[in-house]
């Protein structure tokens, strides 16, 4: 999926540059082109979304264009979201497991989650400083096998529990029960469950995954969707763990 999208965007982009506001955020792109991104984004094409007001009012547009920024693909020039043309000709010329590694990597370590966290910012700040210990989790996954999305939020609490308590402010840790049961799990698992593992194809689920909510309603003895690891997520993930891959940013030099 991020690969079809990040053409697409890319593409509509080389066509016609979209306006940007400058905010005390930074940069976002202007409501009078929002409508048009988000239509050719293929991943969305099936969800109705009209009228959108501002960029953050739709978070999966504003993460491909972070991403794309952060891979120094786009940039603002005079006030609008252009392609830089350079780069953006070397990485069409790239084969697809390169241009996919480019964004995997631009993704994980060079785009800051936290912005995306809401409220819970610095815990996000400490899994994304941390990231050897997600990849240490993977150990024992090999392709076809099957996991799910509470196991991987479950087992990321677990792992990094040590280190909120050790650095993030003592008067939040004293929301470790609240957090636990409720706000935390559902930052993690749209942002490394979904926005990283599903959608770089790490893992795919046998049907669509239902949200954390909805899972509180399901009957008991109910089974969760299964997620499936991939001969693609199996290679990314060993070579995580065992290799110094290089910087993706310098591949597009």
Same mark, same amino acid.
């Given at each position: 999926?991020?690969?079809?999208?990040?053409?697409?965007?890319?593409?509509?982009?080389?066509?016609?540059?979209?306006?940007?506001?400058?905010?005390?955020?930074?940069?976002?792109?202007?409501?009078?082109?929002?409508?048009?991104?988000?239509?050719?984004?293929?991943?969305?094409?099936?969800?109705?979304?009209?009228?959108?007001?501002?960029?953050?009012?739709?978070?999966?547009?504003?993460?491909?264009?972070?991403?794309?920024?952060?891979?120094?693909?786009?940039?603002?020039?005079?006030?609008?979201?252009?392609?830089?043309?350079?780069?953006?000709?070397?990485?069409?010329?790239?084969?697809?497991?390169?241009?996919?590694?480019?964004?995997?990597?631009?993704?994980?370590?060079?785009?800051?989650?936290?912005?995306?966290?809401?409220?819970?910012?610095?815990?996000?700040?400490?899994?994304?400083?941390?990231?050897?210990?997600?990849?240490?989790?993977?150990?024992?996954?090999?392709?076809?096998?099957?996991?799910?999305?509470?196991?991987?939020? =479950?087992?990321?609490? !677990?792992?990094?529990?040590?280190?909120?308590?050790?650095?993030?402010? +003592? $008067? /939040?840790?004293? @929301? &470790?029960?609240?957090?636990?049961?409720?706000?935390?799990?559902?930052?993690?698992?749209?942002?490394?469950?979904?926005?990283?593992?599903?959608?770089?194809?790490?893992?795919?689920?046998?049907?669509?995954?239902?949200?954390?909510?909805?899972? =509180?309603?399901?009957? !008991?003895?109910?089974?969760?969707?299964?997620?499936?690891?991939?001969? +693609? $997520? /199996?290679?990314? @993930? &060993?070579?995580?763990?065992?290799?110094?891959?290089?910087?993706?940013?310098?591949?597009?030099?």
């Amino acid at each position: 999926p991020i690969l079809q999208d990040a053409q697409a965007l890319l593409l509509e982009l080389y066509k016609r540059p979209a306006s940007v506001d400058y905010e005390r955020d930074g940069w976002s792109v202007a409501a009078q082109d929002l409508d048009r991104l988000i239509a050719v984004i293929p991943s969305l094409k099936d969800v109705a979304m009209e009228g959108v007001e501002h960029e953050w009012n739709y978070i999966p547009l504003r993460r491909l264009r972070v991403l794309l920024q952060a891979a120094r693909l786009v940039r603002v020039y005079k006030g609008r979201l252009c392609v830089i043309q350079s780069r953006y000709d070397h990485f069409r010329t790239l084969p697809l497991p390169q241009q996919y590694y480019t964004l995997w990597h631009t993704d994980v370590y060079h785009v800051d989650w936290e912005a995306f966290a809401g409220q819970w910012r610095a815990y996000i700040r400490v899994m994304q400083n941390y990231l050897p210990l997600i990849w240490e989790m993977t150990e024992d996954l090999e392709e076809g096998e099957a996991c799910s999305a509470e196991n991987i939020v =479950l087992a990321c609490i !677990e792992a990094f529990t040590p280190l909120w308590e050790q650095e993030v402010e +003592a $008067g /939040e840790s004293s @929301l &470790r029960n609240l957090y636990q049961r409720y706000g935390l799990p559902v930052v993690i698992e749209k942002l490394v469950v979904r926005d990283i593992l599903e959608r770089y194809g790490i893992v795919k689920a046998e049907q669509p995954l239902d949200s954390l909510f909805s899972r =509180l309603l399901r009957s !008991e003895g109910d089974e969760a969707p299964a997620l499936r690891v991939t001969k +693609a $997520g /199996e290679t990314v @993930l &060993r070579g995580e763990r065992e290799q110094d891959l290089p910087c993706s940013v310098d591949i597009l030099h």
